[in-house]
């Protein structure tokens, strides 16, 4: 009985070693106990990466719903870090973004009734807002 709850925990382990020294995990990854954060440098390269993951995502609402996820994972990865972390101020971010959302909708002002074009311009503006949240946080890691 002892040998096989061994040989599990060296399945385990082996998975996570057979993993390249390059590769960088998700926050999900971390939240799932996968890996350590060592410090805000490593959290904010992996947060970059999904951050530019989201991006990529063509649907409006896979976006968002993608970015709300991403969001929520941030902030249950910082809970597990001892450290004090100030990587992303979303209350700025949405501050940020809700006037160019509503400059969105007011330049389809004339054409209510395609929302194809609303939705396009919203996603646009919203990629955008994370766009240059993107370069800040690659601007902060030239300047460490």
């Excluded at 249950?76 to 979303?90: C, G, H, K, M, Q």
């Excluded at 389809?108 to 929302?115: F, G, I």
């Amino acid at each position: 009985m002892e040998g096989s709850y061994n040989s599990l925990g060296l399945r385990a382990n082996r998975t996570l070693r057979e993993k390249q020294a390059n590769e960088l995990l998700t926050l999900k990854d971390f939240i799932e106990r996968k890996f350590v954060i060592h410090n805000e440098e490593e959290l904010k390269r992996i947060f970059v990466k999904d951050l530019k993951v989201v991006l990529q995502k063509e649907d409006i609402f896979d976006l968002i719903q993608s970015f709300f996820d991403l969001e929520t994972d941030l902030s249950n990865a910082v809970e597990r870090i001892d450290t004090e972390i100030n990587l992303v101020n979303f209350d700025e971010f949405y501050k940020n973004l809700s006037p160019v959302l509503m400059r969105a909708l007011l330049e389809n002002e004339s054409a209510p009734e395609n929302a194809g074009a609303i939705l396009k311009s919203i996603k646009e503006a919203l990629r955008i807002a994370l766009e240059e949240e993107l370069v800040q946080l690659e601007d902060i890691g030239t300047n460490v």
